[in-house]
T-cell receptor, first 110, second 114 residues
């Protein structure tokens, strides 16, 4: 069965500190993994996908198939990073519906 | 261009009443999704429409929930005999067929059942 687990409901860090939002998944096959973000009073939006291997707003995420993880990292957190973050997976090719984790609320304190 | 729109933005209803929530997807997007977002439960998938295919209803929590998509565009999510546990934000998203991972979300409808 497809499953995405985000073990932390809440995560609080200070500005300038490194931040890591954890995501583990369960999928029989080769999934595609994504991070979505929802800033306060804004719509949920795609942040990044593992295939593109890009850094968005200083965030990166590496797919570790051995550990079935896709943790989101940023070396120096900013106050504007405070938001709700959702990890999601889809079947290979992105042609299946997304399965979302329950989300982690990140708060970056000044 | 215009994004996904949803109406109403807020809905307060009494327990036992029926409600209809509307979603207007981005023009040309063939896939449409409904989710429920509630505190502690994250984003729960409800139903998925893809073109002319039969919808994937596997996420609907009970037979009180139904959805339809007319003309491959606008969708309506109907909740019959609402219960207090139905209170949540209902999100709609749409995507193109070939890039279905990039879903564009609407602002949501906040439903409160009293």
């Amino acid at each position: 069965a497809q499953r995405v687990t985000q073990p932390e409901k809440l995560l609080s860090v200070f500005k300038g500190a490194p931040v890591e939002l954890k995501c583990n998944y369960s999928y029989s096959g080769s999934p595609e993994l994504f991070w979505y973000v929802q800033y306060s009073r804004q719509r949920l939006q795609l942040l990044l996908r593992h295939i593109s291997r890009e850094s968005i707003k200083g965030f990166t995420a590496d797919l570790n198939k051995g550990e079935t993880s896709f943790h989101l990292k940023k070396p120096f957190a900013q106050e504007e990073d405070s938001a709700m973050y959702y990890c999601a997976l889809s079947g290979q090719g992105g042609s299946e519906k997304l399965v979302f984790g329950k989300g982690t609320k990140l708060t970056v304190n000044p | 261009g215009a994004g996904v729109s949803q109406s109403p933005s807020n809905k307060v209803t009494e327990k036992g009443k029926d409600v209809e929530l509307r979603c207007d997807p981005i023009s040309g997007h063939t896939a449409l999704y409904w989710y429920r977002q509630s505190l502690g439960q994250g984003l729960e998938f409800l139903i998925y429409f893809q073109g002319n295919s039969a919808p994937d209803k596997s996420g609907l929590p009970s037979d009180r929930f139904s959805a339809e998509r007319t003309g491959g565009s606008v969708s309506t999510l109907t909740i019959q005999r609402t219960q207090q546990e139905d209170s949540a934000v209902y999100l709609c998203a749409s995507s193109t067929t070939w890039v279905s991972y990039e879903q564009y979300f609407g602002p949501g409808t906040r439903l409160t059942v009293t």
